[in-house]
Nanobody, 122 residues
Framework: QVQLVESGGGLVQAGGSLRVSCLAS????????MAWFRQAPGEEREFVAA????????YYADSVKGRFTVSRENAKNTVYLQMNSLKPGDTAVYYC???????????????WGQGTQVTVSS
């Protein structure tokens, strides 16, 4: 069983930056595609970014391209989401997800974290 624990959420002003992290309890972390999703109140969960296993290819939703960067540190079983130029519309609970040997980003994802709240004030 893979456990994912997010951290680093919080309150930030519009235009600011925040980095959220996800620690995975799995022995073969480098064989998992890792992704970030988010869900705002009253909205459906949406894809934000992903980073593939192996080559580490990255994928982004159009809404965050150029502002967010996903990265991974396999030695620490951790994936990061660096968020810059934050907007109030980025306010949501951010979830980490993992899928073994997934090609691309579309899923399905087998494991999910509990989420971390990111709030961007105007």
């Amino acid at each position: 069983q893979v456990q994912l624990v997010e951290s680093g959420g919080g309150l930030v002003q519009a235009g600011g930056s925040l980095r959220v992290s996800c620690l995975a309890s799995v022995r073969t972390f480098n064989s998992y595609t890792m992704a970030w999703f988010r869900q705002a109140p009253g909205e459906e969960r949406e894809f934000v970014a992903a980073i593939g296993w192996g080559s580490g290819r990255t994928y982004y939703a159009d809404s965050v391209k150029g502002r967010f960067t996903v990265s991974r540190e396999n030695a620490k079983n951790t994936v990061y989401l660096q968020m810059n130029s934050l907007k109030p519309g980025d306010t949501a609970v951010y979830y980490c997800a993992a899928a073994p040997l997934l090609t691309g980003w579309a899923g399905p994802y087998d494991y999910w974290g509990q989420g971390t709240q990111v709030t961007v004030s105007s």
